[in-house]
C-alpha cells in the first residue's frame, strides 16, 4: 500500500465526452484523489465534474473564470494540494491519452525517493504513441531533441504531460518565477527540478491519441516552447556569471583584510 497521499490534478476545457470515463477509471485505482480544474468549459464540463464530486469525496472541483492555460492550471492545482497536505502530485490529461492504470507505477517512484517522475513516450529509444500521423510525432520528437540539446538535458522527453512530482520538489519550487502557460511549462519545471538537484526519474508509458475533441496546440504554444530553452540557458549562464563575480568580490575582500 502507498505511504503518500496523492492527487490527480485534472485540468479540463470542453472535456465533457472523455471526462465521466477518466474520472471513473481513476477512482477504480483506490490510489489517489481528484482534482478537476476547469477552465469554464462551454460544454459544461464543470457542471459534470460538480456532480462527481457531489457524489464522492474524492473528487473535488476548482472553476475558473476563463481559459487560462495548462501551467497556470497545474500551478493553482499544486498550490492547492500543498495546503491540503498531499504528499505527491500528479499531472494527467482528461481525454483518455494517459492509462490511470499507470498511476500505482508513479506513486511508487515517488514511494522509494523520486521528486519528479515523467512518464515517458521515448524511453530506450522506443516510440510508445498510438493514433498519432508522421507529421505531429515528428513534432514532438523535435521539440525534445531542441529543448534537450539547448538545455543539455538527457531526459527523453521533457515536453510529456502525464508525471508526478513529490511535495518535496514542489516546496522548493518559486511559482511566481514559472511563466510558462502552455505545453513549455512541462519543460520548464523538469529543468528547474534537474538543476535544483532533485531526483528526476523517467517510466514508459504509452500515450493514446485523444478519442474525442481538438488539440489543444497552438501556434503561440510552440511560440513559446521554441523560446524557452534558450530562456533557461540564458538565466543559467547570467546566474553563473553573478555567482563567479560574487565569489572574486569575496576573495578579492578576504585578501585587502589579510593584507
Not at 34 to 54: Q, Y
Not at 55 to 61: A, G, Q
Not at 110 to 120: E, N, P, R, Y
Request: net charge positive.
Amino acid at each position: 500500500m502507498s505511504k503518500s497521499k496523492s492527487l490527480v490534478i485534472l485540468p479540463t476545457y470542453m472535456e465533457k465526452k472523455t471526462l465521466p470515463v477518466v474520472l471513473a477509471n481513476v477512482l477504480s485505482q483506490e490510489a489517489a484523489d481528484i482534482l478537476v480544474i476547469d477552465d469554464n468549459s462551454p460544454d459544461g464540463t464543470g457542471r459534470i465534474a460538480e456532480s462527481w464530486a457531489g457524489r464522492d469525496p474524492r473528487v473535488h472541483v476548482m472553476n475558473r473564470p476563463g481559459k487560462m492555460g495548462l501551467g497556470t492550471a497545474y500551478v493553482a492545482g499544486f498550490l492547492w494540494g500543498l495546503e491540503r497536505d498531499y504528499d505527491c502530485f500528479i499531472e494527467m490529461d482528461s481525454d483518455m491519452s494517459h492509462n490511470p492504470l499507470d498511476l500505482p507505477r508513479f506513486i511508487a517512484e515517488i514511494d522509494k525517493g523520486a521528486d519528479l517522475v515523467i512518464g515517458s513516450r521515448y524511453i530506450g529509444g522506443k516510440i510508445s504513441v498510438v493514433g498519432w500521423d508522421f507529421k505531429r510525432l515528428l513534432l514532438s520528437k523535435f521539440a525534445n531533441f531542441y529543448a534537450s540539446r539547448i538545455l543539455g538535458s538527457r531526459l527523453s522527453d521533457l515536453t510529456s504531460g502525464y508525471r508526478a512530482f513529490s511535495r518535496r520538489a514542489l516546496e522548493q519550487v518559486a511559482f511566481d518565477e514559472v511563466h510558462s502557460g502552455g505545453y513549455a511549462f512541462q519543460i520548464e519545471m523538469a529543468y528547474n527540478l534537474c538543476m535544483a538537484g532533485m531526483r528526476v526519474e523517467e517510466i514508459p508509458i504509452v500515450f493514446t491519441e485523444r478519442a474525442s475533441g481538438s488539440s489543444k496546440m497552438s501556434k503561440a504554444i510552440i511560440r513559446e516552447a521554441v523560446w524557452l530553452p534558450w530562456r533557461l540557458r540564458l538565466r543559467r549562464i547570467n546566474s553563473s556569471f553573478i555567482r563567479r563575480a560574487l565569489g572574486m568580490k569575496k576573495k578579492h575582500e578576504k585578501t585587502e583584510q589579510g593584507g
